[in-house]
């Protein structure tokens, strides 16, 4: 593999085990991230193998320097957090909306071969059926949910209108060893392992009954790989989950029994814009992309938890 990839939010969560994979399988790698919700250290393990910008894709010169003699993209770069969005819509929208329409502008002007776009199983909102299918409507509960979705709609506009090739993936809560678990803003996976192995309380907010379909960091990063070259996926969106879902006082039951302690957990009042209950159909992901998820939840979380033990902070 000798392609030219361009990884946004490389520095984050999701897009440092993007880079690393693509480095292990020989592809020429280049990061931009604004490192305001990424961790430069994250990448220690490949900066000699890699060109990494510190740079705003809302910054449009940025956006065009960084596309610069590349054939694939995998824009990761945004702002992830529904209560923050709530906070501070405003700011969240430039990175979650203008970095995106700026990069889209820029791979179109550059001839980039194609973007793989990290959407948002939040797009749906409370749907009453379950599991939630591409058809249904989206129905976005916070600015967070409502800007992942606008970035999908512009990568669909601009295969429609210049051809672009763009496929948006849908992730459904992403988990795995690297996510962090410090920030206000974390999710709750990090959050709680993190909790449990320093012997603190966990706090769930609302009745812990709300669902999620937890899915392990390799199955995204597989799926991000099959996007890249898979044939009748320009300008379309696939859920990208596991198709099993927990209750969050479930989790905390799994992760007890992987780390052998007892939860202290406290309840807090519900969030507003979080959703209820979340379980992605990945029929046509399976279909279009070849896309089958190799890691289960309960094997997800022993890997992470070993990932989290003996971890230094940040
Ligand atoms: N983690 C999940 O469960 C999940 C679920 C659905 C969708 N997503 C999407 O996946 C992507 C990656 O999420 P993550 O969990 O790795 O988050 P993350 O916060 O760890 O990574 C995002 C990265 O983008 C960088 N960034 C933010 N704004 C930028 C800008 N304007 N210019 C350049 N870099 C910028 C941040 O510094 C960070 O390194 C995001 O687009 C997110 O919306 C994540």
Redesign the pocket.
Known sequence: MSERYLI?????????HLVKRLVAEGGIVRV????????AERLDDVRNAIQFIN????EES?AEAVVKDIDYVL??????SVQRSIGDAVGTN???VT?TLNLLESCRKAGVHRLVY?????AYGDTEVLPKTEEMPADPLSP?ALQ?WVGERYCKLYYDLHGLETVSL??????GPD??PYSEYS?VIPKFITNLLAKESVTVYGDGEQSRDF?YIDNVVNANLLALHAKDVPGKVCNIGCGERITLNKLIQMLEQILGVKAKVNYAAARAGDVRHSLADIQKARRLLGYNPQAGIEQGLRKTVKGFKGKLRY
Request: a negative charge; zero cysteines; glycine letters at 12%.
């Open positions: 946004t939010g490389g520095a984050g969560f999701i897009g440092s931009v991230d604004n490192l305001s919700t990424g961790h740079g705003d894709l809302a940025i824009h990761q770069a945004a702002v992830p430039q990175a979650n970095a990290a959407a948002s199983s939040s967070y992942k849908r992730y459904f809560n992403v988990f996510q962090d999710a899915t």
